[in-house]
């Protein structure tokens, strides 16, 4: 298996309804995780998530709020684990309590209208530029990219034979992304 198994499918005016679900049967083969985007958008779903969650990353160490090895430790040890077993929705689905979404959404929802996030990006000055290479320098405490590298991959390869036992299909819940 790929370490990151998601495969986004996007046809174009031309596709063929059949010619997605042929190669989203040859990824699920391939044991990965083929998602149907519904349109063609800019980007990819996850990269566009990703930036999302990068830009406001840049804004707080932009501000003095916290160092890039603060911020990396608050999705590693906080959202990153409840998002690898059940991404953003299911994880506010719980915070809804027994109710679920509609609770959550109904005492939570007026909160996100709050200033809260900057999700347009900083302007990218030669002090946060300093900041973000010096915080990432410190993280890597000396050890190649490459070295780095490895290290995640194995990390990934450990995390997918977890993250596999809890998928949909493990439960018996067939036809899931």
Known sequence: MYLLPLVELVGGEATQPAQIATAQGLYQALAMRPLVVRREIEGHIADRLMEALWREALHLVNDGVATTEEIDAAVVYGCGLRWSLMGTFLT????????????????????????????????????????????????????????????????LVELLEVVQKYWPEAEGLKGRI
């Open 92 to 155: 506010f689905h719980l915070a809804g309590g027994e109710p679920g979404m509609r609770h959550m959404l109904e005492q939570f929802g007026p909160a996100l209208k709050l200033p809260w996030t900057k999700l347009e990006a900083p302007e990218l000055t030669d002090e946060l530029i300093d900041k973000v290479v010096e915080g990432c320098e410190h993280q890597a405490a000396g050890r190649s990219v490459a070295t780095l590298d490895r290290r995640r991959d194995d990390f």
